[in-house]
């Protein structure tokens, strides 16, 4: 069974950090592209960062380049995503999800072709 499966999220203080990791189960990590995304209530699914199957090739939203990273290991199939200097802003669910093929952007940050959505988890900034 195809699944991933996000962790780390929670409450934290503004300028604060967190680190994601997504964990793939039930194929083969290193063959696919994995997304971040976030969904804020009010807002409009967000893509948030981008990785490719190598981790040769990432992509940011403007709102998250460079505080956030995103990178991938994929021996231990987990995709990771490490958030730095966290605002109200960046309150949201989370979510990652797969896709197959390189990078397409700007289609990548509208979720376009993504698939295996996981579950999400909650991320709070606040004091």
């Known amino acids: 069974q195809v699944q991933l499966v996000e962790s780390g999220g929670g409450l934290v203080q503004p300028g604060g950090s967190l680190r994601r990791s997504c964990a793939a189960s039930g194929f083969s990590l290193d063959l696919w592209t994995i997304g971040w995304f976030r969904h804020a209530p009010g807002k409009e699914r967000e893509g948030v960062s981008c990785?490719?199957?190598?981790?040769?090739?990432?992509d940011y939203a403007d709102s998250v380049k460079g505080r956030f990273t995103i990178s991938r290991d994929n021996a231990k199939k987990t995709v990771y995503l490490e958030m730095n200097s966290l605002n109200s802003d960046d309150t949201a669910v989370y979510y990652c999800?797969?896709?197959?093929?390189?990078?397409?952007?700007?289609?990548?940050?509208?979720?376009?072709?993504?698939?295996?959505w996981g579950q999400g988890t909650q991320v709070t900034v606040s004091s």
């Open positions: 999800a797969r896709s197959w093929g390189p990078i397409r952007a700007p289609a990548w940050k509208r979720g376009i072709d993504f698939g295996s």
């Open positions: 990785i490719d199957k190598r981790g040769g090739t990432t």
